[in-house]
């Protein structure tokens, strides 16, 4: 006659570690897989900058794609996001190519583009001594028409004397240039660049353009930076989280 065999067993141990794996190894995956995620959508987006931008300083370029914080256990969120270096004085010289279709200036009436003709690096950096704010700083401002050789500039025109031989003309649309007046007694001895490094090759070799004032420029969003974070967070999560959490269950106790 067979025999009937009776076990008894206690669960609340294995129930405990349940429990436990669920409250603690869980998120814990959970805030590794997110973290994974966000330095992986960091890379892509660096890459992706380095590609549609031509890139003088690599590390400004790939700093201003950080990681603003990154996931905890207890507080499952990474925030991934576009701030150059500098503060917020410069928030918008990447962030702007994102959704802008359109640049206006940051303050005043105008945007100076550089022309040829401006000093550069190696790297093709203009210097702070060459630009703008340096230039003009500080320059006594007026309206004349006794700026250019033989006049021609219409009075009213916002003008400004400002350092080494630079002025400025501008019309009030916005629209004008920033000038360099060349010492006629050194250009033959600066040739192919003007005094101080300045490039000319005008017909009228004493006077040099070095940027040209808009009121706007058009821009190209081509920055994609939401685009690119999230197609790679739902290309990569299942593997991310996968390896994350049998991570986690291998060193559960």
Do not use: C
């Not at 436990?20 to 995620?37: E, Y």
């Not at 070095?210 to 009121?215: E, G, S």
């Amino acid at each position: 006659m067979p025999a009937d065999v009776t076990m008894e067993l206690d669960t609340r141990q294995a129930s405990a570690f349940v429990r436990a794996v669920w409250a603690d190894q869980l998120p814990f995956a959970t805030s590794k897989a997110i973290n994974d995620s966000a330095l992986g959508g960091q890379k892509v987006q660096r890459a992706h900058q380095r590609e549609i931008f031509t890139v003088r300083r690599a590390s400004f370029v790939d700093r201003a794609v950080k990681i603003a914080q990154f996931a905890k256990k207890d507080a499952l969120e990474a925030r991934v996001r576009v701030e150059p270096p500098g503060g917020q004085k410069r928030a918008d010289v990447i962030a702007k190519f994102e959704d802008m279709t359109i640049k206006g200036p940051f303050r005043g009436t105008s945007i100076a583009v550089p022309t040829r003709h401006v000093p550069r690096t190696g790297a093709g950096i203009i210097k702070k001594a060459w630009r703008p704010k340096s230039l003009l700083g500080g320059g006594k401002a007026g309206s004349s028409d006794r700026l250019l050789p033989g006049g021609g500039v219409l009075v009213g025109n916002e003008t400004m004397q400002g350092k080494k031989h630079v002025f400025l003309i501008r019309r009030s649309s916005g629209k004008g240039t920033i000038f360099m007046r060349i010492n006629p007694r050194n250009a033959a001895k600066y040739k192919a660049a003007g005094e101080d490094g300045v490039r000319r090759n005008l017909r009228d070799a004493n006077l040099v353009p070095l940027y040209q004032l808009v009121p706007r420029v058009s821009i190209e969003p081509e920055l994609h930076f939401v685009d690119n974070i999230r197609r790679h967070v739902l290309d990569n999560w299942d593997a991310n989280f996968n390896r994350a959490f049998t991570a986690a269950m291998q060193t559960a106790r």
